[in-house]
């Protein structure tokens, strides 16, 4: 009896045993399945790759900023000219006037030859200025009537005239580059 006791207490220790024998293989198998895993998910970052990376990062952002940066000198240099342009062109409309006077002194009759003359030398010397400024006077009669450049305050019926051709002009207008400064007023054919 003893010994069926003995016995029975060894196979039921075998089970266990077994059990824990069984459990092992598992166990070391999953470790080793975790073993050659593991050196891929925990390998440690190549200092290199990681060095890479981040000079890529630095390098995009530089790249990102170099440009943000020339396109803000752009810009600031295009609104620094239109600024100026404008400026201009106020300027030279404030002294329009003088040369619609200018125009008016000439076309007037007078008996004094050196009173013309010094009007005649003004109105020269005017114009130069305005060419040296990149400012250009049309309007004459004869041209084609363009809205963008003349202001129609007159049609005329003649049959003499091509339509939409400009038969009298009141008052030249001026241009900076390609700003129109001042519309020219005219009469036009129908």
Do not use: C, W
């Not at 390609?178 to 519309?183: H, L, T």
Request: zero cysteines; a negative charge.
């Amino acid at each position: 009896m003893d010994e069926d006791l003995k016995n029975q207490t060894a196979q039921e220790a075998e089970p266990e045993h077994e059990a824990t024998e069984e459990a092992a293989p598992e166990t070391v198998e999953t470790e080793a399945a975790e073993t050659t895993e593991t050196p891929e998910a925990q390998e440690t970052p190549d200092p290199i790759a990681q060095a890479e990376a981040k000079y890529q990062a630095e390098h995009d952002q530089y790249l990102r900023l170099a440009a943000e940066y020339d396109n803000y000198r752009k810009r600031s240099q295009k609104e620094k000219d239109n600024l100026y342009r404008d400026a201009k062109a106020d300027t030279i409309e404030k002294f329009l006037p003088v040369y619609d006077n200018l125009l008016r002194a000439l076309e007037q009759e007078t008996a004094d030859a050196a009173y013309k003359k010094g009007v005649e030398l003004t109105m020269n010397g005017f114009v130069e200025i305005l060419k040296k400024l990149d400012v250009s006077v049309f309007g004459e009669p004869g041209d084609t009537f363009d809205p963008a450049l003349h202001n129609a305050v007159m049609h005329i019926e003649d049959d003499n005239y091509k339509e939409g051709q400009i038969v009298q002009v009141f008052q030249k207008g001026f241009k900076l580059g390609d700003k129109v400064v001042r519309f020219a007023m005219v009469q036009t054919a129908n």
